[in-house]
Every structure is written in structure tokens, then in C-alpha cells.
């Protein structure tokens, strides 16, 4: 009996290393196509983007307006009433919004020319305070003009070209993303249903109905929430605008709020607009600093004070994370890529913490690639069966 112990543990153990090396492997394998996945994926959803883009936006937007969906239905409206009220009045917010910003931006227009003139202006005189600089550049286009080369100027295609080229591809995706998103909301409690019903065992539809709770709740909860703090900001530029006598309050508050959706990028751009916008209706180049000195402020206060604050460590992503997602969907469908982000990111961090995250760079370092996993199953954070 005593004989026969080692050679049963030895077995085991090679039994067990074996099964970790398998592991291995399969994590190997997963890890790769998972990568190239990533990296494949831009160009299919770029190509696709007449279909993929709006299944996305629908998505999203089947996540947030669920919740008042459901509230519809409690206060006594059939469902289909109910969800199409929801998408109605997530429609009506979004066209009110754009005609606060949209319709003072027309009457402006007629004042780019000026605007442009003033510009040009102050920076002259910033440019003329360093003679050093304009004397350089004149020197090099003096040799570059000497050098005989030809420039070959392109011809582009004119903005009013692009809107009309673009208009009909944004129209269909504006429709089939609303199509969409009115079905799914109509189906959501027979999509519940089968996701919760459907399942083999008890505890996979626990797991399901927290997974799905958690993404509706997380991502339906942190648009309404920023969203809210995105209007307070823009009340706060509108009344700051008005303060300092710039034209269209309104359609800066607006402007705020909507681009404050957008991390980063989004104020960045908040900023850089006003300040050109300053620097072309003023005297002097400080005084049109003031505006975008103002709104650096406000988003100072807000980013790193206000929505930690309200968000909570709930809410917390990684800043690199959002970087990463920002730039990847931008880089794929442009600015509603930027806007969709964020819940993107949002909707996929809420269901990695219940499949479980991979562990990619403990992974290269001889780590599971799936821990938490192999910690249920009974194994170490070594892949091995601990001995009993």
C-alpha cells in the first residue's frame, strides 16, 4: 500500500502538468485569435458600417432606454406604446439639441469671413513681435522657390459635394439605428426571458440575470449621470458666455454639453474653439484667451472633482482603457465612434467581471490566462490541483 502511494501521486501529478500544459495551450490559441480579432476587426466594421454601426448604436441605445421603457409599461402603457414613447422622447432630446447649437451656428456663419480677418490679425501681431521667425520662413521659401519644383494642387470636392454625398448613407443609418432600436426595446422582457429561461442549469441563468442587470444598470447609469453633469456644464458656459458678452450663449452651452461626452478630445476641442472664436471678436489676443481660459477652468473642476464624485469607484475605467476604445472607434466610424465609446467600453468591462478578465500580461509571464477560472475549478494560480 505504502508502495503504491508514490507511484498514484506521481501519476497525478503528471496527469495534472499535463492538464496544465493543455491549458496552456488552449489559453495560447484563444489569446492569438483574440488578437487578431482586435486587429481585424476595424477594417470589417469600417466596411461594414452600414450595418455595424447602427446594430451598435441600437445596442446602446436598447440599454439605456429599457429602463424607461419599463417604467412606461408600469404606469399603465401597452408595450409597444411604451417603447416607442421611450425612443420618441430620446429623439425629440437629441433634435431640441441640435437646433440649440445648430441654429445660432447658421446665423454666425455669415461672420466667418471677419472672424477669419480678426484672426489672422492677432497672430500677425503675435507673429511680428518675433521677426526672427517670419525673416526664417521667408528665407526658405525664398530657397524652396529656387529650386524650380512644381506643386501639383488636388482638386477637392466642395463641403456642399461632401453633404450630399454623405446625406443619404447618414439618413439610412439614422433609420435602421431607430428601426432597430425600437424592435429590441419591444423585445426586451421576451429577449430577458429566453436569456434567463434558456439556460441549462440554475446557476447559469443567476449568472446571466446578474450579468445582464449589471450592463444595463452600469451603462443606462453612468449616461444619465454624465449626461446631467454634461447639462450642468453647459448652463454654466451659456451663463459664462453671457457674462462675458459672447454671442450665442445658447449655442456654447450646448456645444459643452454635447462634446463633454466625449472624453478628452471633446474639451479639447471645447477650448480650442473658443479660443479662436475669442481671439477673432476681441481687441487683443489676452482678452480672447479669457473664454477658453474659463472653460479650462470649469473642466478642471468638473473632470477631477465634480464626476469622481458623483460616478464613485463604480464607475472608475482605467484612463488608458477609454484612450484606447476612444481612438479605436474613432478610427473606425469617426465622431458617433467617439460617442459610442464609452458605454461600448462600459457594456464590455460589465461583462468581463462576470465571465472573468484575461489576464494577457501575467499570461506572458507564465501566469493563467483565465485565474479566476481556474481558481473555481479547484486549481492553484499555478494551473495545479492542490494536494488534499
Known amino acids: ?8 501521486s506521481s501519476q497525478r501529478s503528471e496527469r495534472m502538468t499535463f492538464a496544465a500544459q493543455e491549458l496552456r495551450l488552449i489559453s495560447t490559441l484563444v489569446m492569438l485569435i483574440g488578437l487578431g480579432l482586435f486587429f481585424a476587426l476595424p477594417f470589417v466594421l469600417s466596411i461594414g458600417s452600414v450595418v455595424f454601426l447602427p446594430l451598435t448604436a441600437a445596442i446602446i441605445l436598447t440599454i439605456i432606454l429599457s429602463p424607461l421603457a419599463d417604467r412606461l409599461s408600469k404606469w399603465g402603457l401597452p408595450n409597444v406604446l411604451a417603447s416607442l ?8 432630446v437629441i433634435i431640441l439639441s441640435l437646433a440649440l447649437i445648430l441654429q445660432p451656428a447658421i446665423a454666425l456663419w455669415d461672420q466667418l469671413p471677419t472672424l477669419y480677418e480678426n484672426v489672422a490679425s492677432r497672430f500677425g501681431e503675435l507673429r511680428d513681435q518675433f521677426g526672427w521667425i517670419a525673416q526664417l520662413n521667408a528665407e526658405i521659401a525664398e530657397i524652396m522657390q529656387r529650386s524650380g519644383s512644381q506643386q501639383v494642387v488636388l482638386a477637392t470636392p466642395s463641403l456642399l459635394e461632401e453633404l450630399a454625398f454623405a446625406t443619404p448613407s447618414v439618413l439610412l443609418e439614422i433609420v435602421l439605428t431607430f428601426l432597430m432600436a425600437f424592435f429590441m426595446i419591444e423585445a426586451r422582457v421576451r429577449l430577458r426571458q429566453r436569456l434567463l429561461m434558456g439556460r441549462s442549469t440554475f446557476g447559469a441563468s443567476i449568472k446571466a440575470a446578474k ?3 449589471e450592463i444595463q444598470d452600469r451603462v443606462a447609469s453612468y449616461i444619465l449621470t454624465v449626461g446631467f453633469i454634461n447639462i450642468c456644464v453647459g448652463v454654466v458656459v451659456a451663463l459664462g458666455a453671457w457674462i462675458l458678452g459672447v454671442d450665442a450663449p445658447i449655442m456654447w452651452g450646448g456645444l459643452a454639453a454635447l462634446l463633454n461626452f466625449i472624453p478628452y478630445i471633446g474639451p479639447t476641442l471645447m477650448i480650442t474653439l473658443l479660443a479662436v472664436f475669442g481671439i477673432g471678436t476681441t481687441e487683443t489676443l489676452l482678452l480672447g484667451l479669457i473664454p477658453a481660459a474659463a472653460y479650462l477652468a470649469l473642466n478642471t473642476i468638473e473632470a477631477n472633482i465634480v464626476t469622481p464624485a458623483v460616478l464613485g469607484a463604480r464607475f472608475t475605467v482605467n484612463p488608458v482603457m ?19 465609446s464609452v458605454p461600448i467600453l462600459l457594456t464590455l468591462t460589465a461583462l468581463f467581471d462576470h465571465i472573468g478578465r484575461p489576464n494577457i500580461i501575467g499570461f506572458v509571464f507564465g501566469e493563467p490566462l483565465f485565474a479566476n477560472n481556474l481558481l473555481a475549478l479547484g486549481f492553484d494560480e499555478d494551473g495545479r490541483k492542490p494536494s488534499t
Request: proline share 3%.
Open 1 to 8: 500500500m505504502s508502495a503504491s502511494d508514490p507511484k498514484t
Open 85 to 92: 414613447a421611450a425612443l420618441l422622447i430620446f429623439f425629440a
Open 211 to 213: 450579468a445582464l442587470r
Open 322 to 340: 477609454i484612450l484606447i476604445t476612444l481612438s479605436y472607434f474613432s478610427w473606425i466610424w469617426g465622431i458617433t465612434g467617439a460617442l459610442l
